[in-house]
């Protein structure tokens, strides 16, 4: 490809949410063959400092960061003015640093990203792609934040649907994925390609239970642990692990553990204190670093979303559950891109949203077989290291950017 490659993001290193780090890993990867400018927001305090430089030069990667707010984006007010200072920042640089010849890789999260990539990608005379995390107006009537055909969500709906149109290329992360965005376009336009999240094959690895630091910090060595690590937000409904943890008050054995933080935890905490779960257990965001620690402290994993989520979002968590070799309850739609990889490779169970009987079956049933849970995880570790790696993720993008 001809000129830089510009990518948009309101996170970037040393952000370490899924967003910011994926981010990261795509430009730092692309790096190595294109020239690659990074125009990202200032850091969060989510997981990483709070300061950084202004510009620098990181793995190859330049990166130059916009000045905006960084207020508490739980309180909803305080996310949208995030949003619009970030928006507005990373196009007032882009108009200065970007030339005709370049391309912006764009992510969804802010949903104005991607129209302010597209503005200044237009005004440059640059090429842009979009990569969907999350599809919109979709995202918004899930978790009820809109209510579906009203009027808020037909404008959207044609506004994405323009913006879909409008850009060079569209990368979403399943097949799912696919279906719903190519319900907005032509049946045969060709612009819309499926490139996955990947594995951390190198860095997280399968690791006996008895060697687990964290287990014997949180003395539940001797436990079967149900584990959720991620976001605790709106969208993942997770009060149905407590409703599941409630139906197992009497097996003293299996114990949750929930490790993140986000909108719903503190609620969450609250229910489990009043429901007396003393079998449920909170723990707060860890470091990237200890991420194989957190996953291998788990004999099964939980990914979890409220219903409707099939086509919305495709969980990147998963694909590091796989290269710990843990086996997976998918409490998600049956046609959802998690289901659809749970059941090939043969690696748990999955479950209906909002079903927690069915979700305390599949726990006894998994905590009554180590055996058969034994199996599953090497067909996980299996899928991530044949069809999941970095490597193979990175060649997608190189190719795609190619021939733009």
Same mark, same amino acid.
């Given at each position: 490809?001809?000129?830089?490659?510009?990518?948009?993001?309101?996170?970037?290193?040393?952000?370490?949410?899924?967003?910011?780090?994926?981010?990261?890993?795509?430009?730092?990867?692309?790096?190595?063959?294109?020239?690659?400018?990074?125009?990202?927001?200032?850091?969060?305090?989510?997981?990483?400092?709070?300061?950084?430089?202004?510009?620098?030069?990181?793995?190859?990667?330049?990166?130059?960061?916009?000045?905006?707010?960084?207020?508490?984006?739980?309180?909803?007010?305080?996310?949208?003015?995030?949003?619009?200072?970030?928006?507005?920042?990373?196009?007032?640089?882009?108009?200065?640093?970007?030339?005709?010849?370049?391309?912006?890789?764009?992510?969804?999260?802010?949903?104005?990203?991607?129209?302010?990539?597209?503005?200044?990608?237009?005004?440059?005379?640059?090429?842009?792609?979009?990569?969907?995390?999350?599809?919109?107006?979709?995202?918004l009537t899930a978790?009820?934040?809109?209510?579906?055909?009203?009027?808020?969500?037909?404008?959207?709906?044609?506004?994405?649907?323009?913006?879909?149109?409008?850009?060079?290329?569209?990368?979403?992360?399943?097949?799912?994925?696919?279906?719903?965005?190519?319900?907005?376009?032509?049946?045969?336009?060709?612009?819309?390609?499926?490139?996955?999240?990947?594995?951390?094959?190198?860095?997280?690895?399968?690791?006996?239970?008895?060697?687990?630091?964290?287990?014997? @910090?949180?003395?539940?060595?001797?436990?079967?642990?149900?584990?959720?690590?991620?976001?605790?937000?709106?969208?993942?409904?997770?009060?149905?692990?407590?409703?599941?943890?409630?139906?197992?008050?009497?097996?003293?054995?299996?114990?949750?553990?929930?490790?993140?933080?986000?909108? @719903?935890?503190?609620?969450?905490?609250?229910?489990?204190? @009043?429901?007396?779960?003393?079998d449920v257990s909170f723990l707060?965001?860890?470091?990237?670093?200890?991420?194989?620690?957190?996953?291998?402290?788990?004999?099964?994993?939980?990914?979890?979303?409220?219903?409707?989520?099939?086509?919305?979002?495709?969980?990147?968590?998963?694909?590091?559950?796989?290269?710990?070799?843990?086996?997976?309850?998918?409490?998600?739609?049956?046609?959802?891109?998690?289901?659809?990889?749970?059941?090939?490779?043969?690696?748990?169970?999955?479950?209906?949203?909002?079903?927690?009987?069915?979700?305390?079956?599949?726990?006894?049933?998994?905590?009554?077989?180590?055996?058969?849970?034994?199996?599953?995880?090497?067909?996980?570790?299996?899928?991530?290291?044949?069809?999941?790696?970095?490597?193979?993720?990175?060649?997608?993008?190189?190719?795609?950017?190619?021939?733009?």
């Open positions: 490809m001809r000129g830089k490659l510009f990518v948009f993001s309101e996170l970037y290193y040393p952000d370490e949410s899924a967003t910011g780090y994926v981010l990261t890993r795509i430009a730092e990867g692309l790096a190595k063959s294109l020239t690659v400018h990074v125009l990202c927001g200032p850091p969060s305090t989510y997981g990483g400092s709070a300061r950084a430089p202004l510009f620098e030069t990181r793995k190859g990667v330049i990166i130059e960061r916009c000045p905006a707010t960084t207020l508490d984006k739980n309180i909803m007010l305080l996310r949208l003015l995030n949003v619009v200072t970030v928006s507005l920042s990373i196009f007032w640089k882009a108009l200065w640093r970007m030339q005709r010849g370049d391309s912006v890789l764009v992510v969804t999260n802010p949903p104005t990203l991607p129209f302010v990539a597209l503005a200044a990608s237009r005004l440059r005379s640059a090429k842009c792609l979009l990569l969907i995390h999350d599809v919109f107006p979709e995202a978790a009820k934040m809109l209510q579906p055909g009203g009027f808020p969500v037909r404008f959207l709906d044609g506004l994405y649907q323009l913006l879909y149109r409008k850009v060079d290329r569209i990368v979403v992360l399943g097949r799912d994925m696919l279906r719903l965005v190519m319900q907005k376009l032509n049946p045969d336009d060709l612009r819309v390609h499926v490139i996955t999240n990947w594995a951390d094959l190198e860095e997280i690895l399968p690791a006996h239970r008895a060697h687990n630091v964290l287990l014997k @910090k949180l003395n539940l060595a001797d436990k079967f642990v149900v584990q959720y690590a991620g976001n605790i937000g709106r969208m993942h409904g997770l009060e149905v692990l407590l409703e599941a943890a409630k139906i197992l008050k009497g097996r003293t054995d299996i114990h949750f553990l929930l490790v993140g933080s986000g909108a @719903k935890k503190q609620w969450l905490e609250s229910l489990a204190k @009043k429901e007396g779960l003393n707060s965001p860890q470091p990237r670093s200890d991420l194989a620690d957190v996953l291998n402290a788990s004999d099964v994993a939980i990914i979890s979303f409220i219903p409707g989520m099939a086509g919305v979002s495709v969980p990147s968590k998963m694909y590091n559950i796989l290269a710990a070799g843990k086996p997976i309850i998918a409490l998600v739609d049956h046609d959802s891109e998690t289901a659809m990889v749970v059941r090939e490779e043969q690696i748990g169970w999955v479950v209906p949203p909002g079903r927690p009987d069915l979700v305390a079956a599949a726990l006894e049933e998994a905590s009554g077989d180590r055996q058969c849970l034994l199996e599953m995880g090497k067909r996980a570790r299996a899928a991530a290291e044949g069809k999941y790696s970095f490597q193979r993720v990175i060649e997608s993008y190189r190719e795609l950017l190619e021939n733009v």
